[in-house]
């Protein structure tokens, strides 16, 4: 499906070029955006929404790329219109040009606020959730058989490092400059065996997670257990992990010979990304995904509290990394790292090298070996984990550390090393060894979003220039021009983030689209508990209300969101396996003596009541 043109998105793009010019007016002048805003008409009608989409954010990348000194912009090879003399484009010219030299690199005290607005343009709609082609769905699924072929290739020398590893751990260490891929890998293990030692995998409360599974079991289903792979009970036995009780599984004696125990393939689905096409996720079966989210709680919990990792491997945190990212960009003493395909680049052989050897049994034994692809296709996974894998973050993020802080230069170096999944930050004088350490064993950095010179850096959504974040607002949602939940929501919030940016023209555009579409909208500073704009005029604002004696306050009738519930009955040891997994309960009664139940300022927990996911209600009621 080819997407169609749009005369919104050209609005939201004239509005924008429109604040810059009442930003910025002494350099992008009134000639210039003139110029500007019939160079965009232009291109949008012969190149519809694609010019936005994608044209616009290839020029953004080669910009950043010119800000991180990686290669000099030429718009040229841009489709872009070069200025006389110059390799800047006439595109924004006014602006390129307080930020690079005519030959396209960076100048000496280029201005911060001109790079500001030129990412704002160029990546306003990159993350725009159009519909993808068919030759897009194509592409991703041959990267994705393409990477298991890589991982296959490299197996037989990471198999082989391994029996290295283990015939020299006796050999004396090697503190060179550059150390043997055994050094490193032997230095990553007793890493990691510090890490888990001590830490009990199978002591877990296995829950199910928020997301599909394979098996297609919705809600309530996923308790009413079908099958068990045997793989997975060699280490969890059936009734110490799959039922609420021993009387749970006494009582369920009589549908054991019902039970089976195949070992069931993941399943890929694809979802949208970015304008270049969709992500590939690939959901686990109910079995599976049943032990791996309770040993991915321990492991979170344990690796966050660890002293020798606290500081160093993120989870549930993407401030440290954010704040890296800045203080990096501001004297260029921290470098951050992307990885590509990074989930799928870490193969079972990398596990099976680096950690301890009865965690890798304990992995193993919830690993799905294979996925079905969407045309139907059974690939086998030399991956250790596909992206979807509740224990596919934390994996990734801890052979990446292990990786990077094994016989580092010095220990102020393996301070400094954050990792947050895929993205790293490293020392700037360590990055190139740590880009070659990683690639050495199977990982790929994305060298162009890699930021290892220059004054900008990028890492978990903070985009840093000289200290000063830059990251644009990127639209997602797709506008509708008919009352919708997630249009509703998210361009409140889009237009909130232009009014912080001080774009006022494009957040006047958004809130005279809204008010089209859903009329009157309160504001923020009647701090009301629904979503509200920054600032609405007087007489946009709701007017129907009435004082609501029984909280002492005054309530207006408004949009608002109700997420619906559905009730649904199964049978009773089953909803007090739910209970045990799903309230605030910290452990298994069989398992401990100390259990907490719920604490007196929580809500209660109703075993029946489910709420749909991704699913909302537009409605009005008194707020």
Same mark, same amino acid.
């Given at each position: 499906?080819?997407? =169609?043109?749009?005369?919104?998105?050209?609005?939201?793009?004239?509005?924008?070029?429109?604040?810059?010019?009442?930003?910025?007016?002494?350099?992008?002048?009134?000639?210039?955006?003139?110029?500007?805003?019939?160079?965009?008409?232009?291109?949008?009608?012969?190149?519809?929404?694609?010019?936005?989409?994608?044209?616009?954010?290839?020029?953004?990348?080669?910009?950043?790329?010119?800000?991180?000194?990686?290669?000099?912009?030429?718009?040229?090879?841009?489709?872009?219109?070069?200025?006389?003399?110059?390799?800047?484009?006439?595109?924004?010219?006014?602006?390129?040009?307080?930020?690079?030299?005519?030959?396209?690199?960076?100048?000496?005290?280029?201005?911060?606020?001109?790079?500001?607005?030129?990412?704002?343009?160029?990546?306003?709609?990159? =993350?725009?959730?159009?519909?993808?082609?068919?030759?897009?769905?194509?592409?991703?699924?041959?990267?994705?058989?393409?990477?298991?072929?890589?991982?296959?290739?490299?197996?037989?020398?990471?198999?082989?490092?391994?029996?290295?590893?283990?015939?020299?751990?006796?050999?004396?260490?090697?503190?060179?400059?550059?150390?043997?891929?055994?050094?490193?890998?032997?230095?990553?293990?007793?890493?990691?065996?510090?890490?888990?030692?001590?830490?009990?995998?199978?002591?877990?409360?296995?829950?199910?997670?928020?997301?599909?599974?394979?098996?297609?079991?919705?809600?309530?289903?996923?308790?009413?257990?079908?099958?068990?792979?045997?793989?997975?009970?060699?280490?969890?036995?059936?009734?110490?992990?799959?039922?609420?009780?021993?009387?749970?599984?006494?009582?369920?004696?009589?549908?054991?010979? =019902?039970?089976?125990?195949?070992?069931?393939?993941?399943?890929?689905?694809?979802?949208?990304?970015?304008?270049?096409?969709?992500?590939?996720?690939?959901?686990?079966?109910?079995?599976?995904?049943?032990?791996?989210?309770?040993?991915?709680?321990?492991?979170?919990?344990?690796?966050?509290?660890?002293?020798?990792?606290?500081?160093?491997?993120?989870?549930?945190?993407?401030?440290?990394?954010?704040?890296?990212?800045?203080?990096?960009?501001?004297?260029?003493?921290?470098?951050?790292?992307?990885?590509?395909?990074?989930?799928?680049?870490?193969?079972?052989?990398?596990?099976?090298?680096?950690?301890?050897?009865?965690?890798?049994?304990?992995?193993?034994?919830?690993?799905?070996?294979?996925?079905?692809?969407?045309?139907?296709?059974?690939?086998?996974?030399?991956?250790?984990?596909?992206?979807?894998?509740?224990?596919?973050?934390?994996?990734?993020?801890?052979?990446?550390?292990?990786?990077?802080?094994?016989?580092?230069?010095?220990?102020?170096?393996?301070?400094?090393?954050?990792?947050?999944?895929?993205?790293?930050?490293?020392?700037?004088?360590?990055?190139?060894?740590?880009?070659?350490?990683?690639?050495?064993?199977?990982?790929?950095?994305?060298?162009?979003?890699?930021?290892?010179?220059?004054?900008?850096?990028?890492?978990?959504?903070?985009?840093?220039?000289?200290?000063?974040?830059?990251?644009?607002?990127?639209?997602?949602?797709?506008?509708?021009?008919?009352?919708?939940?997630?249009?509703?929501?998210?361009?409140?919030?889009?237009?909130?983030?232009?009014?912080?940016?001080?774009?006022?023209?494009?957040?006047?555009?958004?809130?005279?689209?809204?008010?089209?579409?859903?009329?009157?909208?309160?504001?923020?500073?009647?701090?009301?508990?629904?979503?509200?704009?920054?600032?609405?005029?007087?007489?946009?604002?709701?007017?129907?209300?009435?004082?609501?004696?029984?909280?002492? =306050?005054?309530?207006?009738?408004?949009?608002?969101?109700?997420?619906?519930?559905?009730?649904?009955?199964?049978?009773?040891?089953?909803?007090?396996?739910?209970?045990?997994?799903?309230?605030?309960?910290?452990?298994?009664?069989?398992?401990?003596?100390?259990?907490?139940?719920?604490?007196?300022?929580?809500?209660?927990?109703?075993?029946?009541?489910?709420?749909?996911?991704?699913?909302?209600?537009?409605?009005?009621?008194?707020?």
């Amino acid at each position: 499906m080819v997407p =169609k043109k749009s005369l919104d998105e050209h609005k939201l793009i004239a509005a924008l070029l429109r604040s810059i010019h009442m930003l910025h007016g002494v350099v992008f002048n009134t000639r210039a955006l003139k110029l500007t805003l019939k160079k965009v008409d232009s291109r949008v009608r012969s190149e519809g929404i694609g010019f936005l989409t994608k044209t616009l954010p290839r020029l953004g990348k080669a910009f950043d790329k010119a800000l991180s000194e990686h290669t000099p912009l030429n718009a040229t090879n841009l489709c872009f219109q070069a200025q006389p003399d110059s390799k800047l484009p006439r595109f924004l010219g006014e602006l390129f040009n307080c930020v690079l030299h005519p030959d396209g690199t960076v100048l000496q005290d280029p201005c911060v606020e001109c790079v500001r607005h030129i990412r704002e343009v160029c990546y306003l709609f990159y =993350k725009y959730e159009l519909p993808y082609t068919d030759e897009q769905e194509q592409a991703v699924i041959a990267a994705f058989k393409k990477t298991e072929d890589d991982l296959l290739a490299r197996s037989v020398n990471l198999r082989a490092l391994h029996c290295d590893t283990e015939r020299s751990y006796q050999t004396r260490r090697s503190r060179s400059k550059a150390p043997s891929p055994e050094v490193i890998a032997r230095e990553a293990r007793i890493l990691l065996a510090r890490v888990f030692s001590g830490l009990d995998l199978t002591d877990i409360t296995p829950r199910h997670g928020p997301g599909a599974v394979a098996t297609k079991q919705r809600l309530s289903e996923k308790y009413l257990w079908t099958n068990i792979s045997k793989n997975i009970t060699k280490v969890f036995p059936l009734d110490a992990y799959f039922y609420a009780s021993l009387g749970h599984f006494c009582d369920e004696l009589s549908n054991l010979n =019902k039970l089976t125990d195949h070992d069931l393939p993941a399943r890929v689905i694809l979802v949208p990304k970015d304008s270049r096409g969709p992500r590939l996720i690939s959901c686990e079966p109910v079995d599976y995904q049943w032990i791996q989210q309770g040993i991915m709680t321990k492991i979170v919990q344990h690796v966050e509290s660890l002293n020798l990792t606290k500081f160093n491997v993120f989870f549930t945190d993407q401030v440290p990394n954010q704040v890296g990212a800045l203080q990096g960009s501001k004297r260029g003493e921290y470098a951050t790292l992307d990885l590509n395909e990074a989930s799928d680049r870490v193969s079972l052989d990398l596990v099976r090298l680096l950690f301890p050897s009865h965690i890798c049994d304990i992995l193993e034994c919830c690993r799905t070996s294979s996925t079905v692809l969407p045309t139907g296709e059974v690939v086998k996974l030399t991956k250790f984990a596909p992206m979807g894998s509740a224990l596919c973050f934390p994996i990734l993020a801890l052979t990446v550390w292990a990786l990077l802080s094994a016989v580092p230069p010095d220990a102020d170096t393996r301070e400094s090393i954050h990792v947050y999944g895929d993205d790293v930050i490293v020392p700037t004088a360590y990055a190139a060894n740590a880009i070659e350490r990683l690639e050495l064993f199977g990982l790929k950095v994305n060298r162009d979003k890699s930021c290892t010179s220059g004054l900008f850096r990028e890492s978990c959504g903070m985009d840093a220039f000289k200290g000063v974040p830059v990251t644009p607002v990127r639209f997602r949602t797709v506008w509708s021009s008919t009352p919708s939940p997630a249009s509703y929501t998210s361009w409140i919030a889009y237009a909130n983030s232009m009014w912080e940016r001080k774009y006022y023209t494009v957040y006047d555009t958004i809130v005279d689209m809204l008010h089209h579409v859903y009329g009157r909208i309160p504001s923020k500073d009647m701090d009301l508990p629904c979503p509200s704009l920054y600032e609405v005029p007087e007489y946009m604002l709701p007017c129907r209300r009435r004082y609501n004696k029984n909280l002492q =306050k005054v309530q207006y009738y408004v949009y608002d969101l109700k997420t619906p519930s559905v009730s649904q009955e199964i049978p009773g040891w089953s909803m007090l396996l739910r209970f045990f997994t799903e309230s605030k309960s910290q452990s298994l009664p069989w398992k401990f003596t100390d259990v907490r139940i719920m604490g007196e300022d929580s809500s209660p927990f109703s075993v029946r009541l489910y709420t749909k996911r991704r699913t909302s209600m537009l409605v009005r009621r008194w707020r």
